[in-house]
């Protein structure tokens, strides 16, 4: 069985992007369950990281290209590869198979590990967008608190070591000020560094990596038998007339 | 002063929708407060109606570079008239100047009228992303229902009084079975239906057009010396870095 | 058109207070939209300032006669001049034209605006009852904090500089500590200082006046030919019956 | 120990009402713990029935009168017999011992007694006031419904046999319907009509008469030593400024 | 009439612990009004105390088993001794005379006493259990905080001074911190250290004592003539099958 | 890697009991990922079935025991098999691996597959705790309704066919009145029917077998290398300070 991530921004314009997008996807086929293959795709005229509302819209008709071919190539489900869950809802009315969204599939499995989460992220800018998240996922009551590291996305892997201190310290501070028992890393660049156990260890409560989450859940969607619910995703119905029309 | 109203659609590739256009400049022209003057553009590689999370995604790019030429151009604020409001939060971070969203607005002036309104919207396939839009304004403890009239938005004007009646008859059902006491219309060619009062007569409630209400609220913004919070909706970061670069 | 606003507590049993209702009125007319004449009384055994539930109680039934004097003297509408909104369901169920007040209007003004909004009032002994507000006008999820300045009504315009330079310091807690992007002030004495473009450049988020939020949501509904739903706030039973058996 | 009982309306004012002022006292004193003493006072200026926001309202200042006078007589505590709960806020601002509404003793009991509660009324006008109470009391999750008999409150008496197969029409359709398990009956009239127990053995749940809730839950506070919180219902703060300079 | 007060733990394997047992007792009988008589029984192999959700469970048989005895016996009423309300929904489906637990009592008296309120506990883990009770007696919109003081159950009566002056500072975070106007204390050790009104006066707010909140709502409840709704906590239907059956 | 499945109730106290052990344990590891073994265990003294809160806690001191073995014994993770999750914050409470319940594996994962889902269970007796249990999971906002098939779990599995066009009609209700897009099987025994791919083909909605959820979600977990928040679940306090003690 196959399985398509997808990059909704453009990374393998650079020669350094395109070894980035090959180490993820390393990464992702190390994760994987036995059986399932996982492949790997940008938006090659996506914007170059996701910060705000404007770049995640930018990102969403390439994303949903992707998926409609997916789809169409036979993979078992698809990832759309940014904490934002950018075009999700539409991912879902175009096909039949599972998508799935970090932000969702991580906020899910944080529910499970405790009574109250928080999400640390890279960027005020994006903190308002995660609440409206948590909502659509219909978890805001276990949010505790977003957070952000005041890192941009792409200076995340540039330097590492700060990259966790700070994702540390302000996990510390989720936990002592505002009541959570559960983290979340808010953004798949912070989830590639690979640094949760690192984090867990420190601040002593469980860490949500959304590319693990991502994956399992996808991984369990597939292995259940389930897909999303055409009556909560329905086709669109201009398309679906044509689809009937051109029976 | 001018504002700008933005479909987020294709309009223009026909003649009857070039007069369609023109009728609609003239309806927002002849509701403007002295002293507004009403501006009509579209998207003419937008999609032709919008009843999807698809088709909404499909609007906003072209909508954004609207908002951004308006606010270059002077505008005082503008209208996204869709009542999905696709890309409002965008475009909000993009401008300065006041971005108003008809649900919103709608939204808004339901609540000052009575303790639980309902919308009635086209299509079922709508009625979700209204519930969250409820929720993202703010108002949806006042949210008593979203009822679709199963009538295309394209089909709405083409048999105006079916379409008139098919409204009164779930407004009726919000009124008596759902416990709402106001109505809102949720899309704007209901709007320019211009029935609103007619339904209203016969339902007993106040309705809110959102055409009515949208241009009522970005004046009343623009009258209170207000618009949006950056701390909310921020310039986005890469932007904000390469404007302070190229001072 | 002319619409009316009523203190509901007594200024005019002093010089100073019949000069400062002057004043109001004058602020009012030079906002209101061309076209719209604001005419301003107050309840002379009304209580001086309204600081508790008890105050608002007792300057209820006097505010009421206003109410019902006005619409039969033909006003488009009218707003209850203190942001305790008090009488407010009782005025709307006796009469069939728009009652603004300023509480919902500026709360819901902040809606639009941001995420989250704070209101910065006087004193403590408000703060509750400000909360409750928020829930009634149905957008309690979005108030982030209510801060009280600590300083009387009455005292509020005696040294104006402490009192604008207390509420831009609550004004900063409320956004860095309470989240808040958006800014209401709490009372109607602060909105008549007019220092809200001061406190909003300084602490770098809107501040909705409520004399302006008031005033231009009268105008909006007035403008989009709204009132508020019978349906909500019903005629009351025994009136109904007396004025359909004097018929 | 002896408590007040406030009738917010005007009952004295012919032979019929004294009579039943009478009767009234004589209910809640055989309900009385031995060593309660029930004392009934009404509101002549008052309105005759209390079926809307504005008859609220008149009721307050007269009923404020009567609880000041009683905390300065000694009582050691107050019922204001109105299940709108009228002016409650305030009664507790200008007092030290406990004030009792009965909508909100009624609501908290009705929490212990099961999962969700409906409230059975009087009139449609009454309706939303209800819902508000739900939430100012803090119970509005456990709020499964509120329904009218569309009986007015001074007819409930005259034919009590439909009024109490109206409440069991009502109740009913509360638990079959709207999935309550609780009943209140929302109305001192109705409570007065002591059917509760009949309407319980008919509908299989039980029902909170608001007379008894309201006299118990006084007892109970009164029992525990316990007053209401000075800093939620802090005294008026000229009226404390006034009580310090006279000192 | 006689009610029961069942410990959910073991006490009286030890001397000291039978001395407690009847101190207890005594206290609630001095509470308790009068013609009521209030025994008192534990549950000799459940925990020494309840500090965890795995001690919660190991209470329960033991003490459904009293509860069972005590409806056989004629008892008007019981209280489960334990602010985890341990088994209550269980007990309630057991038998048909009404059981009362101290949080749920508490939380309920807490809500008429103010608008918000805090739980003073032991220790942090059973923090998160208390914010479900308060969400399951459907007061949570009310609830302020849960604080605990970091001592154990069984050390609270050794020092009992530190532990009033830990209660005391607690209480006061809970206001100033918090926002509480209202306090109840979060274990029956705690309430039968009487120190309930020491900490009212020193924080200046209202103190539920749960030992005394509970045994005044099972006195209002009997008084009332209540018993809780078996639509809500039905007869665990193998068993009325099986009562149906022996008859 | 091993994980245990485990019976709360007695089910091997008959010959057919065995059998029914032996299947769902096939079934079970049918559903398995390569390298998963799942073993099986009932709790002999547990109640013949659950359909109560009073069976719920008669069950949980055995699970328990089971949880605690499985620990030591190197299990990876267990599995409470019992749709109202008894005991699991106890089963966490006690040990490092991953305890799941089959409700909460089932309402997050209809969370990801629609907007709103319904549970489909058993018996009325039991609507109430789903309701607490969504709660408790923390998705309450994207609960339908529960619904009751009325019959007892003991007989689900005696009539097939009549339990699955039960099932089906009330799903069909679940999606048309209580707008619901996906369904959960609120029974291990509706579960090990294996019917949902059936109900879900004829409703035209996902249906989440609780057998497939939580064996699908605790091998995500393990997967994704979490187990649960000791800060959420500490470890009794008493049994902590016997470990150290015993070091």
Do not use: W
Request: hydrophobic share 45%.
């Amino acid at each position: 069985m196959k399985v398509l991530y997808i990059l909704p921004g453009s990374l393998s314009r650079t020669d350094l992007g395109t070894r980035e997008i090959d180490r993820r996807r390393a990464v992702l086929q190390r994760l994987a369950a036995p059986g399932t293959e996982v492949d790997i795709v940008d938006v090659p005229d996506g914007p170059s990281s996701i910060e705000s509302a404007y770049e995640e819209y930018l990102s969403v008709p390439g994303t949903l290209v992707h998926v409609q071919a997916a789809a169409r190539a036979g993979y078992a489900g698809a990832i759309i590869g940014c904490f934002g869950d950018p075009g999700l809802d539409a991912a879902r009315e175009l096909v039949e198979m599972p998508v799935v969204g970090p932000a969702e599939a991580s906020m899910l499995m944080a529910c499970t590990l405790g009574h109250r989460f928080s999400v640390i992220t890279v960027l005020e800018s994006v903190v308002p967008s995660m609440r409206h998240l948590a909502h659509r996922v219909g978890v805001s009551e276990k949010l505790a608190s977003v957070r952000a590291v005041d890192i941009p996305v792409l200076e995340l892997a540039k330097n590492r070591e700060r990259s966790i201190s700070r994702m540390i310290e302000l996990g510390r501070r989720a936990v002592g000020e505002d009541g959570a028992d559960t983290l979340a890393l808010g953004c798949m660049s912070m989830g590639f560094l690979e640094a949760h156990q690192t984090i867990a260890a420190d601040v002593g409560v469980p860490v949500v990596n959304p590319v693990y989450a991502a994956l399992k859940m996808l991984e369990a969607l597939i292995g259940a038998g389930l897909a999303h619910s055409k009556r909560a995703y329905p086709i669109p119905p201009k398309m679906a007339a044509f689809q009937v029309a051109s029976r």
